[in-house]
T-cell receptor, first 114, second 114 residues
Framework: AQSVTQLDSQVPVFEEAPVELRCNYS??????LFWYVQYPNQGLQLLLK??????LVKGINGFEAEFNKSQTSFHLRKPSVHISDTAEYFC????????????FGTGTRLTIIP | ETGVTQTPRHLVMGMTNKKSLKCEQH?????MYWYKQSAKKPLELMFV???????ENNSVPSRFSPECPNSSHLFLHLHTLQPEDSALYLC?????????????FGSGTRLTVV
């Protein structure tokens, strides 16, 4: 079974400052990794994913994430945030082979301070 | 437009009412999911359908009854709900096997039980 830990439930950041949202996972098998974003009163939207290859992946809206296998982490970063980045961010994993289900973390609420 | 459409967007119902939530996907996916998202709680997977067959029911109370007539449509029939059932209900779809593209979510139905 897989599990995902997002230690920070809330992250306040000043506008134009950098941000890192942390995600750690636990799995006995290789996994695919995802970050989703949820704007207020909307569904989840795929931000980026890691399948294989380069450990640094770029997504939409200027976000990027780095896969670190030894630390079982997949932290999300943005060098300069904007008010419009205010949202909830979810990390998720699924095994290469197996149950075909995404396991989600509990989410991190990013609040941008003007 | 994400390719997954949920209706209605908002629903207010009394505890004795019967209503249905609808989800439709235009992506050619063969798996569909219902999630419940309550305030300050993790995403809860409710039901999974693969090729129209229910493959998972995560101990959901019988007052929630899913229906999947074909791979493109998913319903959640509601009856005699409780106030604690008020939440955002999210539908998602995916292509299985091979979950390397993750899920595509709808915008959700905000349900309020009075």
């Amino acid at each position: 079974a897989q599990s995902v830990t997002q230690l920070d439930s809330q992250v306040p950041v000043f506008e134009e400052a950098p941000v890192e949202l942390r995600c750690n996972y636990s799995s006995s098998v290789s996994v695919y990794l995802f970050w989703y974003v949820q704007y207020p009163n909307q569904g989840l939207q795929l931000l980026l994913k890691y399948l294989s290859g380069s450990t640094l992946v770029k997504g939409i809206n200027g976000f990027e994430a780095e896969f670190n296998k030894s630390q079982t982490s997949f932290h999300l970063r943005k060098p300069s945030v904007h008010i419009s980045d205010t949202a909830e961010y979810f990390c998720a994993v699924t095994p290469f082979f197996g149950n075909e289900k995404l396991t989600f973390g509990t989410g991190t609420r990013l609040t941008i301070i003007p | 437009e994400t390719g997954v459409t949920q209706t209605p967007r908002h629903l207010v119902m009394g505890m004795t009412n019967k209503k249905s939530l609808k989800c439709e996907q235009h992506l050619g996916h063969n798996a569909m999911y219902w999630y419940k998202q309550s305030a300050k709680k993790p995403l809860e997977l409710m039901f999974v359908y693969n090729f129209k067959e229910q493959t998972e029911n995560n101990s959901v109370p019988s007052r929630f009854s899913p229906e999947c007539p074909n791979s493109s449509h998913l319903f959640l029939h509601l009856h005699t709900l409780q106030p604690e059932d008020s939440a955002l209900y999210l539908c998602a779809s995916s292509q299985v096997p091979g979950l390397n593209y993750g899920y595509t979510f709808g915008s959700g139905t905000r349900l309020t039980v009075v």
